[in-house]
T-cell receptor, first 112, second 114 residues
Framework: QKEVEQNSGPLSVPEGAIASLNCTYSDRGSQSFFWYRQYSGKSPELIMFIYSNGDKEDGRFTAQLNKASQYVSLLIRDSQPSDSATYLCAEQGGGATNKLIFGTGTLLAVQP | NAGVTQTPKFRILKIGQSMTLQCAQDMNHNYMYWYRQDPGMGLKLIYYSVGAGITDKGEVPNGYNVSRSTTEDFPLRLELAAPSQTSVYFC?????????????FGPGTRLTVT
């Protein structure tokens, strides 16, 4: 059974700080990883995807992937109250279906 | 483009009733998915489709059925609704295979079974 594990939080950080969200996965064959943001009562929206070991930066967001440790993280620099949401980590295995396995999400609260 | 649309937004069903959740996308995506999300939980895949006429089960298919007669539409059928099917249902679609196969989500249908 493939699993994606996330700490449910809440993770509370002050405005302007760096928020660090972590995710571990069980399937060594997983190829790609996605971070989605979900505001309360809304649908998930993609922030970033990563499929190579190392870091990938996009504005205030940096995704980090370590396949040897089966670990993926999302860093949010200069956190804003508008970043307060649940962050879902998802892994995509191989195959022709693009299926995603989601973690349960981490609730981030940015305090003004 | 409207993206992925879902109807209805909300629905209350009595135990044993049936209904169809509608999903449509106008992006010409081949891949479509149905998820359910229970409070405080991640998304669980119910069914998916890789193209018109091709569907397959996900993690939690029991109590549901799907069909895919066109590229655009992917309805989800609930037969004999049960309280355990109270959830928020999301439809999603994607175009590319592999690591850039981003899934775009619809706004969701909030279903309560009493």
């Amino acid at each position: 059974q493939k699993e994606v594990e996330q700490n449910s939080g809440p993770l509370s950080v002050p405005e302007g700080a760096i928020a660090s969200l972590n995710c571990t996965y069980s399937d060594r064959g997983s190829q790609s990883f996605f971070w989605y943001r979900q505001y309360s009562g809304k649908s998930p929206e993609l922030i970033m995807f990563i499929y190579s070991n190392g870091d990938k930066e996009d504005g205030r967001f940096t995704a980090q992937l370590n396949k040897a440790s089966q670990y993926v993280s999302l860093l949010i620099r200069d956190s804003q109250p508008s970043d307060s949401a649940t962050y879902l980590c998802a892994e995509q295995g191989g195959g022709a279906t693009n299926k995603l396995i989601f973690g349960t999400g981490t609730l981030l609260a940015v305090q003004p | 483009n409207a993206g992925v649309t879902q109807t209805p937004k909300f629905r209350i069903l009595k135990i044993g009733q049936s209904m169809t959740l509608q999903c449509a996308q106008d992006m010409n995506h081949n891949y479509m998915y149905w998820y359910r999300q229970d409070p405080g939980m991640g998304l669980k895949l119910i069914y998916y489709s890789v193209g018109a006429g091709i569907t397959d089960k996900g993690e939690v298919p029991n109590g549901y059925n799907v069909s895919r007669s066109t590229t655009e539409d992917f309805p989800l059928r609930l037969e004999l609704a049960a309280p355990s099917q109270t959830s928020v249902y999301f439809c999603a679609s994607s175009h590319l295979r592999g690591p850039r196969g981003e899934q775009y989500f619809g706004p969701g249908t909030r279903l309560t079974v009493t």
